[in-house]
């Protein structure tokens, strides 16, 4: 997910997104630890695109939020 794309999406958007992704985290590291998973850079990719949405969203809600 690019910077852009995130700066897009609404706050709504950017928590529904949070969940969804954190889901599919779970999923895949159940995946790696039964070793199911064959692209680890995809785990690794979801864990940066959930960072880059969530500094977004502290961003724009400031630290008290």
């Known amino acids: 997910m690019k910077p852009q794309e995130v700066r897009d999406l609404s706050l709504d958007q950017i928590g529904d997104r949070i969940r969804n992704?954190?889901?599919?985290?779970?999923?895949?590291?159940?995946?790696?630890a039964t070793?199911?998973?064959?692209?680890?850079?995809?785990?690794?990719?979801l864990r940066r695109d959930i960072a880059r949405l969530k500094?977004?969203?502290r961003q724009r809600v400031g630290k008290g939020g």
């Open 21 to 32: 992704f954190s889901r599919d985290a779970m999923n895949l590291r159940f995946e790696q």
């Open 35 to 45: 070793g199911q998973l064959k692209n680890t850079a995809q785990l690794r990719a």
């Open 55 to 57: 500094t977004e969203r």
